[in-house]
Every structure is written in C-alpha cells, then in structure tokens.
C-alpha cells in the first residue's frame, strides 16, 4: 500500500514557475513509476509526466514539454514536478499516482495509487 500526497501548487501569474511535490509512505515506494496528471473543470483528466522507478528514464506530454521537469529523491521518498514558463492553459488540479510495472504508461487507469491533488492557478 503506498499514500501519496501532493503540495505546491497555488496562484502564479503566467511565465511564472512552480514546483509540485508528491510525498509517498509505504513499503518500496522506489520500486513504482510516478506520473502527474492534471485536470481542469469539465475536463478529463490528462497525463502530464511520469518517472520510471530508477529514477532515469522520464516522459512528458507535448503540452508541458521543455517547460516542465520530474524528478525523484529516493531517499526522501518523493517526486518533484518542477514548472516553468506556467500559461493560463496549464491551470488544473494536479495528481500524482504511483505504479508498478516497468513501462511508461499515459493511461490513467493502469496507475493503482494516487493522492488528493493541489489545485494550480495561472493568471494572464
């Protein structure tokens, strides 16, 4: 069982920068990718990136690309999602989930954890 809850977010102006946390509790969270997903009102909810559990290989969907960075820190037990260059379009709720398995995954439905979410807010 892993427990994970999001921090970070809040109210920018547009080209300012955030960084989201996602800190985990539970057996071997090293051992489970990490993605962060976001949703806006009367949207679906949409994959944003994701983590491998070592650490290294990243993903990031074409909207944040180059403007968004995730990161883990194994021995605090958490993942980072740092965003720069932040645009109206990007305000949502974000999540975190973590799962097992190898691959990347941009589905929503093959992550088996996921935290409350931490609403970000970007003003033009």
């Known amino acids: 069982q892993v427990q994970l809850v999001e921090s970070g977010g809040g109210l920018v102006q547009a080209g300012g920068s955030l960084r989201l946390s996602c800190a985990a509790s539970?057996?071997?969270?090293?051992?489970?990718?990490v993605g962060w997903f976001r949703q806006a009102p009367g949207k679906e909810r949409e994959f944003v990136a994701h983590i491998r559990a070592s650490g290294g290989a990243t993903y990031y969907a074409d909207s944040v690309k180059g403007r968004f960075t995730i990161s883990r820190d194994t021995a605090k037990n958490t993942v980072y999602l740092q965003m720069n260059s932040l645009k109206p379009e990007d305000t949502a709720v974000y999540y975190c989930a973590a799962k097992t398995g190898y691959y990347y995954d941009a589905r929503p439905s093959t992550y088996d954890y996921w935290g409350q979410g931490t609403q970000v807010t970007v003003s033009s």
């Open positions: 539970g057996r071997a969270f090293s051992t489970y990718a």
